[in-house]
Nanobody, 123 residues
Framework: QVQLVESGGGLVQAGDSLRLSCAASGRTFSSFGGGWFRQAPGKEREFVAAINWRAGITYYADSVKGRFTISRDNAKNTVYLQMSSLKPEDTAVYYC????????????????WGQGTQVTVSS
């Protein structure tokens, strides 16, 4: 069993930055690593970024490439999402998840999920 707990969400203005954290406990992240997804009201959950746990290779959705950075701290079993130049369209609940395949943007490639953290970007 793996427990994932996200933190760091909040209300910010357009252009601001935020850093989300996802701490894993239990069996922790697999060698495939972890990822971040987001879900806005009335929309499907969409892929944001993923990171391979061993090699640190990263993979991003086009919509966040160049603005968001995913990273991990192996010792802390934690994955981070540094978000910069935030836009109102980035507003969503952000979820972290453990990957079973890398790289993958598919929800079905992730087996454990956190409860989510709200990010709201005002214009």
């Amino acid at each position: 069993q793996v427990q994932l707990v996200e933190s760091g969400g909040g209300l910010v203005q357009a252009g601001d930055s935020l850093r989300l954290s996802c701490a894993a406990s239990g069996r922790t992240f697999s060698s495939f690593g972890g990822g971040w997804f987001r879900q806005a009201p009335g929309k499907e959950r969409e892929f944001v970024a993923a990171i391979n746990w061993r090699a640190g290779i990263t993979y991003y959705a086009d919509s966040v490439k160049g603005r968001f950075t995913i990273s991990r701290d192996n010792a802390k079993n934690t994955v981070y999402l540094q978000m910069s130049s935030l836009k109102p369209e980035d507003t969503a609940v952000y979820y972290c998840a453990r990957a079973t395949v890398f790289p993958s943007a598919l929800v079905g490639s992730y087996d454990y999920w956190g409860q989510g953290t709200q990010v709201t970007v005002s214009s």
